[in-house]
């Protein structure tokens, strides 16, 4: 076991993992980040990454022979190819001098590399007064209902001919939120449910609708494209389609989502009001 995890336990202030990003509190085990490591050498996917479903080999590594591991910190570099190339290190410490080392890390192996981007990733605690970045939100299906809501949303297949045609068009206008690429997954079949709001066209949609086993063997809602038309904002329809979401997540038996939310963003003032739980934050700078 590489791991020691009397050290790194205490250095977990939020529920991020490199490669995986954000797991369920209860799913955070030493047998993670051990997975991880050996995953640095197959290039294969973990069979409870949630980046599989799009299939293809996975990006982003770890690079195992450059990970620090000590009783005060941990440093663990990843490389992708995408792009450009980046390295990130996820800084995992309670002092904030790991950051500075992180940064070194960072930019000798993107240097190492030849990739352009070196980046430090800093998880912070739910506790922390000021942050920065994007928040861990944790949503409980097994804590209370989620009734359908009130609404014109169905999946896209549940709408007209007429009105499927116009998610085209949808796409292209939000590719910047990731529908362009999204379409291009529902034109191949390789997805699941996508809900769409509707007025005289498609205005907004979120999906993939789609559930699998965490690290543990819970059913999870996976994370999904979420966007909604400028000129369709300021009517509740966010509201609606993350509501349906939820409604089809928990009728389809997932115990729990997990979701990213920029820190003061709409979506983080949606979440917040919808009474999720905060599960800390994570930092994202240049070294």
């Known amino acids: 076991m590489f791991f020691r995890w009397d050290w790194l336990r205490p250095q977990l202030t939020a529920p991020i993992v490199p490669t995986l990003g954000p797991i369920h509190p209860d799913a955070l085990?030493?047998?993670?980040?051990?997975d991880i490591l050996r995953a640095a050498n197959t290039g294969d996917f973990l069979p409870y990454d949630k980046d599989r479903r799009w299939g293809?080999?996975?990006d982003e590594k770890v690079l195992r022979e450059d990970v620090v591991h000590q009783p005060e910190h941990t440093l663990i570099p990843t490389l992708s190819r995408r792009g450009r190339g980046t390295v990130k290190v996820?800084?995992?410490g309670l002092r904030d001098t790991v950051v500075d080392e992180a940064a070194e890390l960072a930019a000798k192996l993107a240097s190492t590399h030849d990739v352009a981007g070196a980046r430090v990733v800093r998880p912070l605690g739910s506790e922390?007064?000021?942050?920065?970045?994007?928040?861990?939100q944790l949503k409980?299906?097994?804590?209370?209902?989620?009734?359908?809501?009130d609404g014109p949303v169905r999946p896209v297949t549940a709408w007209s001919a007429a009105v499927q045609e116009t998610f085209a068009p949808f796409a292209e206008a939000m590719a910047g939120d990731g529908l362009a690429f999204l379409h291009a997954q529902m034109q191949a079949g390789r997805c699941g449910p996508v809900l769409a709001a509707v007025e005289d066209r498609i205005v907004g949609a979120i999906g993939p609708m789609e559930i699998q086993p965490d690290a543990i063997g819970r059913p999870q809602l996976m994370p999904q494209y979420f966007a909604v038309l400028p000129?369709?904002?300021?009517q509740g329809l966010g509201r609606v389609l993350w509501r349906a979401a939820m409604h089809w997540g928990q009728s389809h038996g997932a115990a729990y989502q997990l979701l990213q939310t920029e820190i003061g963003g709409p979506s983080d003032r949606l979440?917040?009001?919808?009474?999720?739980?905060?599960?800390?934050?994570?930092?994202a700078m240049s070294a």
């Open 56 to 58: 293809g080999e996975k």
């Open 271 to 283: 979440c917040q009001a919808e009474g999720l739980t905060s599960l800390g934050f994570t930092y």
């Open 140 to 149: 409980d299906f097994t804590a209370r209902p989620c009734p359908a809501p």
């Open 90 to 92: 996820f800084a995992y």
């Open 231 to 234: 000129e369709a904002r300021g």
């Open 128 to 136: 922390t007064a000021h942050p920065r970045g994007t928040r861990i």
């Open 29 to 34: 085990t030493v047998s993670v980040f051990e």
